[in-house]
């Protein structure tokens, strides 16, 4: 299992925190991505895989380096959340309460439930991928992406 509780947790995921001080209308938080940031953040938002971002403000890591930057929402923590768990490979993902939780291959079937009774938490959504990844195929041209 792995969770997603606040920004800092999806540095590991390639979305880096920098500042909430490059919005000029103070709502909107930096971001620098890795290459498998900018794949989640493109996947979340339907852009095309060359999408051009903004330049990056930082280097990264040598293993990881900072190709992208983007301006996202306090709000869109849980949206980025999900796509992130859900292409770093976890078969589904669900919402509980605050936290986004990601439930990988070998978790017991009960996770799920255990987490919801252990965070006090009613119901939980749950998020998978279906047969065309993070689209629905058209029914008329059969076309997905």
């Known amino acids: 299992m792995k969770t997603i509780n606040n920004w800092r947790d999806l540095e590991e995921f390639g979305i880096v925190l920098l500042t909430g001080e490059a919005c000029g209308l103070s709502w909107r938080l ?3 991505v890795t290459e498998q940031g900018a794949a989640t953040f493109r996947k979340c938002f339907g852009l095309p ?3 051009k971002l903004g330049e990056p403000w930082n280097r990264g890591s040598a293993e990881h380096p900072h190709i992208g930057s983007v301006m996202v929402t306090q709000e869109m923590l849980p949206v980025l959340g999900v796509f992130a768990l859900l292409e770093a490979g976890c078969p589904e993902v669900h919402l509980l309460g605050g936290s986004v939780v990601g439930i990988e291959p ?10 919801r009774r252990a965070r006090h938490v009613e119901h939980s959504r749950r998020f998978s991928y279906g047969p065309h990844g993070g689209r629905n195929q058209h029914q008329m041209s059969g076309r997905v992406e």
């Open 30 to 32: 930096l971001c620098d």
């Open 49 to 51: 895989r060359d999408a």
């Open 106 to 115: 070998d978790d017991p079937p009960d996770t799920v439930e255990l987490m």
